[in-house]
């Protein structure tokens, strides 16, 4: 009866500590694009690289400064965007790993709970005889 239930803790218990490391396989694939306010400046990220950068005709009127800043500014753009779009969804994924977990452990805990009952009320009924 009791094995029962300290299973079902350490179940509990393993669900609420820190992810594993995450499985490059199950990282979600996702592609973010940054373009400069005047849109000279596009920046394609896709599975964590930069999959395009492409410059509009106009950027020659920008000295290299400019264009340097521009593209930089772009850059982190589509890594910021990248990061939230790709933490979002493991987020989700670990939230959904983690729901299924916790609703195993309600139904198991609920079993073990209802075979102690039973065990009880078998012993009451023994004792009354």
Do not use: C
């Amino acid at each position: 009866m009791s094995q029962g239930f300290d299973e079902i803790l350490e179940r509990a218990i393993r669900a609420q500590r820190p992810a594993e490391p995450i499985d490059p396989d199950a990282v979600p694939s996702i592609e973010v694009r940054a373009e400069s306010p005047n849109q000279q400046v596009s920046i394609t990220m896709s599975e964590g690289r930069f999959s395009a950068v492409v410059l509009d005709p106009r950027v020659k009127n920008l000295s290299s400064t400019e264009l340097a800043e521009l593209i930089q500014q772009v850059a982190n753009d589509a890594l910021s965007g990248y990061q939230q779009r790709l933490m979002a969804a493991l987020a989700e994924q670990q939230d959904a790993d983690l729901g299924a977990e916790l609703e195993s452990i309600g139904a198991d805990s609920l079993r073990a709970l209802d075979e102690y009952a039973q065990q009880l009320a078998e012993m009451l009924r023994t004792a009354g005889r």
